[in-house]
Antibody, heavy 122, light 107 residues
Framework: QLQLQESGPGLVKPSETLSLTCTVSGGSISSSTYYWGWIRQPPGKGLEWIGTIYYTGSTYYNPSLKSRVTISVDTSKNQFSLKLTSVTAADTAVYYC??????????????WGLGTLVTVSS | AIQMTQSPSSLSASVGDRVTITCRASQGIRNDLGWYQQKPGKAPKLLIYAASSLQSGVPSRFNGSGSGTEFTLTISRLEPEDVAVYYCQQYGNSPLTFGGGTRVEIK
């Protein structure tokens, strides 16, 4: 059974960089059938796609965050990571990592991590 | 970016009722749409992809329909475990975008 697990600091100071890692178990991140992505959800609000990566390193970002986001992949560790720079209180959210289909199923997220709350505060 | 508008934002229905949620896209997205269920404190769960295809393991009382700009998610007979927030998500164009959510409660 595929599992994804987010890890990283739960508290980040304003203007600093948020860094999270998603560890994939029960399947290979190098599968040609899937992309891997990050989604966030501010407390009590809706879902926002942050970006997506393929195992080759190709990335796709939400233009609203593109200037501050970097997503990378480490196939040897079966992990992918998120960095978000110059954070403000508006970046406080639950951050999820998830798997996306790259086939006829469409770009939907079929497996999700449990999510990790990141609070931006001094 | 394509805007996804869900209605209603919340609803209350009785167990056994038929429930319908609508999602409208600001431009045509063919059938490039998914639906998710999110229970309190949990990650979203994929219910429907390609507008009308049921994800494996999802009860058959969930049904998706529509194409172009208007889509619906129907729960044929509401069960207590269906209390959740439901989101649509389009993948017809980048960036991927979600609707604002519909909260479903039991009357």
């Amino acid at each position: 059974q595929l599992q994804l697990q987010e890890s990283g600091p739960g508290l980040v100071k304003p203007s600093e960089t948020l860094s999270l890692t998603c560890t994939v178990s029960g399947g290979s991140i190098s599968s040609s059938t899937y992309y891997w992505g990050w989604i966030r959800q501010p407390p009590g609000k809706g879902l926002e796609w942050i970006g997506t990566i393929y195992y080759t390193g190709s990335t796709y970002y939400n233009p609203s965050l593109k200037s501050r986001v970097t997503i990378s992949v480490d196939t040897s560790k079966n992990q992918f990571s998120l960095k978000l720079t110059s954070v403000t209180a508006a970046d406080t959210a639950v951050y999820y990592c998830a798997r996306l289909h790259r086939d006829a199923s469409g770009l939907v997220f079929d497996y999700w991590g449990l999510g990790t709350l990141v609070t931006v505060s001094s | 970016a394509i805007q996804m508008t869900q209605s209603p934002s919340s609803l209350s229905a009785s167990v056994g009722d038929r429930v319908t949620i609508t999602c409208r896209a600001s431009q045509g997205i063919r059938n490039d749409l998914g639906w998710y269920q999110q229970k309190p404190g949990k990650a979203p769960k994929l219910l429907i992809y390609a507008a009308s295809s049921l994800q494996s393991g999802v009860p058959s009382r969930f049904n998706g329909s529509g194409s172009g700009t208007e889509f619906t998610l129907t729960i044929s007979r509401l069960e207590p475990e269906d209390v959740a927030v439901y989101y649509c998500q389009q993948y017809g164009n980048s960036p991927l975008t979600f609707g604002g959510g519909t909260r479903v409660e039991i009357k």
